[in-house]
């Protein structure tokens, strides 16, 4: 069972430079989050979707940009990277049901230095 | 607006006992999740509280106070696995997770 898969896992970047980072998850669930997590900081939502189709900026949404197409991908893309962007990225997915309380399954992270 | 405080950091023995606290003030309240995180890695589920008393899961407990919008997780006999981040996040009236920076726990022999 994978669960959720985030690629690439490390990536270093020139700064102007375009990068996706991508989300897959095998169980469908129902909404997807971006999260950026930088040291002394807790984990910041860049954008969500609540269900294929829909998407929602989050606390920390500028220079950022999703797609949510179908259940299973969910795209981070940064379009012209900043060295600001620098930081480790988490994909996350929940069934959220109508209670919106399901517990957040984690990927492994994508780690970004923009240089 | 919205805030979350937990200490940064913990250090407690093996076999002990230990208690992180967290205090927060959100725009409503949905229940409360904290997660465990080792270093390098993802944040995993530990424990989910709505309604106000203690819930007890094995080795790990969590307690919650909603008029004083306090919780806190206690483990018990530590192991050395249990170094890590606890991160407490509260959910709010939009059901968004607020995240806290999370407390280092650091377990010595």
């Known amino acids: 069972i994978a669960g959720i898969t985030q690629a690439p896992t490390s990536q270093i970047l020139a700064a102007g430079r375009r990068m996706t980072l991508r989300c897959t998850q095998d169980?469908?669930?129902?909404?997807m989050y971006w999260y950026r997590q930088d040291l002394g900081l807790g984990l910041r939502l860049i954008h969500y979707?609540?269900?294929?189709?829909?998407?929602g900026k989050g606390e920390v949404p500028d220079g950022y940009s999703v797609s949510r197409a179908n259940t299973d991908d969910f795209p981070l893309t940064l379009a012209s990277a900043v060295p600001s962007q620098t930081s480790v990225y988490f994909c996350?997915?929940?069934?959220?049901?109508?209670?919106?309380?399901?517990?957040?399954?984690f990927g492994e992270g994508s780690r970004l230095t923009v240089l | 607006g919205q805030n979350i405080d937990q200490p940064t950091e913990m250090t407690a023995t093996e076999g002990a006992i230990v208690q992180i606290n967290c205090t927060y003030q959100?725009?409503?309240?949905?229940?409360l999740f904290w997660y465990q995180q080792h270093a390098g890695e993802a944040p995993t589920f530990l424990s989910y509280?709505?309604l106000d008393g203690l819930e007890e899961k094995g080795r790990f407990s969590s307690f919650l106070s909603r008029s004083k919008g306090y919780s806190y997780l206690l483990l018990k006999e530590l192991q050395m696995k249990d170094s890590a981040s606890y991160l407490c996040?509260?959910?709010?009236?939009?059901?968004?997770?607020?995240w806290g920076a999370g407390t280092k726990l650091i377990i010595k022999p």
């Open positions: 979707s609540n269900t294929a189709g829909t998407t």
């Open positions: 169980m469908r669930h129902n909404a």
């Open positions: 996040a509260p959910m709010d009236s939009n059901y968004q997770l607020i």
């Open positions: 996350a997915s929940s069934d959220t049901g109508p209670s919106h309380t399901g517990e957040l399954f």
């Open positions: 959100t725009s409503g309240f949905n229940g």
């Open positions: 509280n709505v």
